[in-house]
């Protein structure tokens, strides 16, 4: 589906009823990154999962793209589907855009789902690796973005050639203009350290044990700073863990819908390999 939201044509997925859960891809990727949780939600959840403006099916614009203005994008869409609050569910740049979401917008969730993601700034040297990408992405094409990230994507030890091919497929649709103004507003982002204390709606945190593109330390210092956070990591899984560990990614989302953010404030769970017969989720601590 698409309608022109902001002054731009927005391409979305909108399947089910019930509580809204608005998920929000990351970068260079599109919608199709939550196709496993909008198949798992959609029978007891209205599941929202947009393109991200000049990513995917989505229509770019010229210049830097900041997280505020996805966030106003994501607003804006909500306004027309007559959403109301929601959960949002942001993955990595996702992430970024959900927490300036909740900074702009705390009356219009319900609850914060973080994942593969984290709040502090770029360093100097990182923006300075963005803007050098997006100039080359300018010069060539998106497939050097293409190239440098989809290997990323997942945890180093998996050998599935066809889910490495699906990533792939994840970046090639989003536009060389949208990937350079993602790029810039990344590296122009705000550091939202100093407010995390600030969101006072149940906060999931969700991390890959295995990414090597958010460190798993950048969601456990997230899940501290904000009240009541609980976290998770799931092992053997990379960056994409929404896409790589559906199960147990599904499941732990599951479980933390059901108790309504309401589980015992300074509890952690570890996704575990499970045997047969065992709970899914273990208490630990770090």
Known sequence: ??????????????EGAGLPLLLVHGFPLNRKTWSKQVEAF????????????????????????????????????????????????????GGYVALAFAHAFPKMLRGLVLVGTKAGKDTPE???A?????????????????????PKMLAPTNTDEAMAAAVREFMIPSHPEGIIGALLGMADRPDARNWLGKIRV??????????SIIPPSESEAMAEAIP???LTLIPKAGHLVAFERP??????????????????RSRKVRISERPA????MEAWSP
């Open 1 to 14: 589906m698409r309608v022109k939201v902001n002054g731009l044509q927005v391409a979305y997925t909108d």
């Open 42 to 93: 959609k029978a007891r959840h209205r599941v929202i999962a947009p393109d991200l403006r000049g990513l995917g099916q989505s229509e770019s614009t010229p210049g830097p793209v900041s997280m505020s203005r996805f966030a106003e994008d994501l607003h804006a869409l909500m306004d027309y589907l007559g959403t109301g609050p929601v959960i949002l569910v942001g993955h990595s740049m």
């Open 126 to 128: 990182t923006a300075a």
């Open 130 to 150: 963005r803007r050098a990408t997006a100039e080359k992405v300018r010069n060539v094409d998106a497939s050097v973005v293409v190239d440098a990230m989809a």
């Open 202 to 211: 149940p906060t999931l945190v969700i991390a890959g044990a295995d990414d």
């Open 228 to 230: 009541g956070a609980k």
């Open 247 to 264: 199960e147990a990614f599904n499941e732990c989302l599951r479980v933390w819908l059901a108790w309504g953010g309401d589980e015992p």
């Open 277 to 280: 017969g065992s709970n899914l």
